[in-house]
Nanobody, 125 residues
Framework: QVTLVESGGGLVQAGGSLRLSCVVS????????QGWFRQAPGKEREFVAA????????RYSDSVKGRFTISGDNAKNTVYLQMNSLEPEDTAVYYC??????????????????WGRGTQVTVSS
């Protein structure tokens, strides 16, 4: 059974940075693709970023491209989401997910079948 635990969320001012971490247990990063998704109050959960180490592929939503960076550390079985130039619109619960994705499905929530419980990110203006 694969489990994912996120950490690193918090309160930050607009323009600031945070780094989210997701520790993956019960599997290795190379077995699965990893994604970050977020859900703001009153909105549906949306794709943020994805990483597939086998193939060295990354994907980003247009809203975070150039500001967020996803990366993975095989030795620590941990996926990171570095978030810079944060905006109030980035306020949401951020979820880490894992699944046997392929390049064409990396952005699709349905491709991921293991999910963490989420970590809250709040950006004040």
């Amino acid at each position: 059974q694969v489990t994912l635990v996120e950490s690193g969320g918090g309160l930050v001012q607009a323009g600031g940075s945070l780094r989210l971490s997701c520790v993956v247990s019960g599997g290795t990063l190379r077995q699965y693709g990893q994604g970050w998704f977020r859900q703001a109050p009153g909105k549906e959960r949306e794709f943020v970023a994805a990483l597939k180490l086998s193939g060295a592929s990354t994907r980003y939503s247009d809203s975070v491209k150039g500001r967020f960076t996803i990366s993975g550390d095989n030795a620590k079985n941990t996926v990171y989401l570095q978030m810079n130039s944060l905006e109030p619109e980035d306020t949401a619960v951020y979820y880490c997910a894992a699944g046997r994705v392929i390049s064409s499905t990396m952005t699709a929530q349905s491709a991921y079948y293991y999910w963490g419980r989420g970590t809250q990110v709040t950006v004040s203006s």
